[in-house]
C-alpha cells in the first residue's frame, strides 16, 4: 500500500498498520500521508470518493457510491446575511452522513490488511457508516453506543447486521468499552472514526468536492459542525494538499462550531491554549458532536490556527431554531448536528468574521430522516 503514517507535529512515520498507536513521542494520532501529485489530480476519473483514487490508499474499493454530493446554493439564508452562501449535502450520502466518505476508505483499508472483524463507539453516524461497509466487505462489526443514542440511529445499525453493545453513562464510557474489547480479542480491529489515519483520509475529499464544485474558486470560508474533529482535519489535509500543488492560492479560513454543552476546541480556542481540556458534558439535542475530550484536540487547535478559523460555541436555543428553520426555508432535512454549524454562520456574521459578500459553505453533515423533528 501507498504512503506512510506520519506524526502532524515530530514527524515520526510508520508504515500502515491496522490499529495505528499514537506517535510514541507525541502521544497523538497518526496521520496518512501520500505525496499528492499534480498528474494524479489531472487524471481523476468517475465521481465520488474514488474518483480521487491516486490521493488515497492504493488498495480495492469498498464503495457504496458515497461523496459526489450536492452542492446547494441558499435561496433565504445567504441574502439575507449577504453572503454568497452555499450548503454541502452530506445527508445524500449511502447511510445519510459524511461518516461514509471517512468509513469506504477505513474499511477497504483494513479488509485489505487482513481483518475480518471490526468495532467502534458511536453514538449514531459512524456506527452507521461502519456497519454498512463492514457489509459490503463482508466484515463483523461491534458497536459500543452510549445507551442514551438516537433510537432511529440504533435501528439502522441493527439493519445491516452489527452487534450492538449499549453501554451506560457518558460517551467516553463507550470508547473504553470498544478499546477494551479489542485489547481483549486481538482478532477485533477497533476501527476508530475519530482516531483512524484512514477515516480521516476518505474526508479528505470532502475539500477537493468543494474545489471542483466551485469552479477551483476555493471559499473564503467554510463551517463544520465539530466533534471528534476528524471532519475539520480532513478539510484542512484536503486544501492544504491542493494548495501545495498550486490549484489554490490560499486556504480557506475553516471554522469549528460547537454546541455550549460540550465545547472543548472552542474553549480551548479561546484561552490561546494548545490543548484543548476535558469538559463535563450537559444534554444536547447535537449528540453527534458531544465529545468531552477529542484525540486530535492538539492537531485541532494547530488548523484552527493555520487557517485563520474561529472555533465557536453556541447554545441549544440557536441550534433548535436552526434545526427547524432550514428544512422550511431552504428544503433541506437536517440533523441538529448539522443544525450548530448554520447557529454559527448566524453568530460569526454577526461577529464581523464574515462579511457581506463572501463565498461561504456550511457543511451539513446528516439527514433529518435519523433525528426527526417530531422527536423533540
Partial sequence: MRGRLVCPFCGHGEEPTPQPEPCPSCGVPLRYELPPSKAGWRGRVGRGVWRYRAFLPAVEPVSLGEGGTPLIPSRWLGPELGVRLHFKWEGA????????????????????????????????????ALAAYAARAGLGATLFVPAHASGKKLA??????AQLVSVPGPRPQATAAAKRACREDPELAYASHNESPYFETGLRTLAYELVEDLGGEPPDHVLVPLGGGGLYLG???????????????????????????????????????????????????AEGVCIPLPPRG?????????????????PEEEIEA?????????????????????????????????????????VLTGTGLKHPLSDV
Fill in 93 to 128: 450520502n449511502p447511510s445519510g452522513s459524511f461518516k461514509d466518505r471517512g468509513a469506504s476508505v477505513l474499511v477497504s483499508v483494513l479488509a485489505a490488511l487482513g481483518v475480518r472483524r471490526v468495532a467502534d463507539d458511536s453514538s449514531g453516524n459512524a456506527g452507521a
Fill in 156 to 161: 439502522q445499525i441493527r439493519a445491516y447486521g
Fill in 235 to 285: 478539510l484542512v489535509q484536503g486544501f492544504r494538499e491542493l494548495m501545495g500543488l498550486g490549484f489554490l492560492p490560499l486556504l480557506p479560513r475553516v471554522h469549528a462550531v460547537q454546541a455550549e454543552a460540550c465545547a472543548p476546541i472552542a474553549r480551548a480556542w479561546q484561552r490561546g491554549l494548545e490543548l484543548p481540556e476535558p469538559v463535563r458534558p450537559e444534554r444536547t439535542i
Fill in 298 to 314: 492538539r492537531e485541532l487547535l494547530a488548523g484552527l490556527r493555520e487557517t485563520g478559523g474561529v472555533a465557536l460555541a453556541v
Fill in 322 to 362: 436552526a434545526w427547524r428553520e432550514l428544512p422550511t426555508r431552504e428544503g433541506v432535512y437536517i440533523e441538529p448536528t448539522s443544525a450548530v454549524a448554520v447557529a454559527g454562520l448566524k453568530r460569526l456574521s454577526a461577529m464581523g468574521v464574515i462579511n457581506p459578500g463572501e463565498r461561504v459553505v456550511v
